[in-house]
């Protein structure tokens, strides 16, 4: 029986494509500007310490940050410092409306009908809490936030790490097999099994390798 649903964003819920052409360029384009402008905020500052931490160095000006942190874009570091400034900077571009995230048609459909069945929803995505509420609150389909009863990002843990999900469901106060992990990773699902979660693999385009995993092309195909 599932109680509880806990979905990943790219690859799941949306296409990569989404996230590595256009907000990863948009954060890129615009990380030293924002930190020039914002450098004194206290939010800001408080990466940049945990930036300090990470790296071992003194980061004492903006265009120091900005150096690191574009070489970190360029590698696709899944730093918390990192998710958490490309978050205020993608909050600048949804509210301008240079863009919407993007979502496949069978997610929000899926979402509200899960949601109406009573299931709680939860986020589980590598990006910061406060851009997994940007991206589904200026999604295609409108604004879905009142649909999730949470979110997890790299502050609960790395989500190939099966002690990630022991978090996540101590979080959610269910056991662990009440719960269903989304994902279109193989490394993640393996890790949300080993904590005892039920797990569902998304081959959105058809060309994974077989699984143990129960597989689906879209929410469409998934019950619970």
């Known amino acids: 029986m599932v109680k509880a649903v806990v ?9 990569i494509s989404f996230v590595k052409e256009v907000l990863f360029p948009y954060a890129a384009e615009h990380m030293a500007t924002f930190l020039r402008e914002h450098w004194g905020e206290p939010a800001v500052q408080e990466q940049i310490h945990a930036l300090a931490t990470d790296t071992g160095l ?7 940050a900005n150096r690191i942190l574009q070489q ?3 590698e696709d570091r899944k730093a918390t410092p990192l998710k958490a400034l490309q978050g205020m900077i993608w909050k600048d571009g949804y ?7 993007h979502l496949y048609p069978d997610t929000a459909p899926a979402l509200r009908r899960w949601h109406a069945a009573g299931l709680p929803l939860y986020v589980y995505s590598s990006g910061s809490i406060a851009a997994q509420k940007l991206f589904f609150g200026f999604s295609d389909a409108g604004n879905l936030t009142p649909l999730f009863s949470g979110y997890f990002d790299t502050t609960t843990g790395m989500k190939q790490e099966a002690e990630s999900y022991r978090r996540i469901a101590e979080a959610i106060t269910l056991p662990a097999g009440e719960i269903v992990f989304l994902s279109d990773i193989e490394g993640e699902l393996n890790a949300a099994r080993q904590a005892g979660l039920q797990t569902v693999l998304l081959d959105r385009d058809g060309k994974k390798p077989a699984s143990s995993h129960k597989c689906v092309r879209s929410f469409a195909e998934i019950s619970f």
């Open 7 to 15: 979905t990943d964003i790219e690859g799941t819920t949306s296409s």
């Open 58 to 64: 003194e980061v004492a000006t903006a265009e120091q």
């Open 72 to 74: 970190w874009i360029r």
């Open 95 to 101: 509210q301008s409306g240079a863009y919407t995230a």
